[in-house]
């Protein structure tokens, strides 16, 4: 049902604690190669993700005309949701990729472990 869909919306207030979260939808919404609309503190982590990697639009929080703008652009600028489709895929996996982290992780430790026994 999600994939089906033109876009993912994550709406947050303006809570602080929100400044560095990044939501569960916010992964589904790229495995199913959705751009991404989300109201977001400004330099949050989620704000960074969505437009270094151009999969989406943001807007601040509890800011419903700026939220209706990004929204209404997202929906005229359909070369950059099919782009952002494909950029949001490739997030997914080549940098959340839990098997790619995990070798990452396991390659630290041993690492770690080598620094040890020397």
Do not use: M
Request: charged content about 25%.
């Amino acid at each position: 049902l999600i994939a089906t869909s033109d876009a993912g919306i994550i709406p947050y207030d303006d809570n602080p604690l929100w400044k560095n979260s990044i939501p569960a939808k916010f992964y589904e919404y790229c495995s199913c190669g959705l751009p991404v609309i989300a109201t977001v503190h400004n330099g949050s982590y989620l704000e960074e993700l969505i437009k270094e990697h151009e999969i989406g639009v943001t807007s601040p929080p509890l800011d419903e005309e700026k939220l209706a703008s990004a929204i209404y652009w997202l929906y005229k600028n359909k070369s950059f949701r099919e782009a952002a489709r494909i950029k949001a895929r490739w997030l997914i996996e080549e940098k959340f990729d839990r098997n790619k982290i995990a070798e990452k992780y396991l390659n630290l430790i041993w690492k770690a472990l080598e620094c040890q026994l020397i």
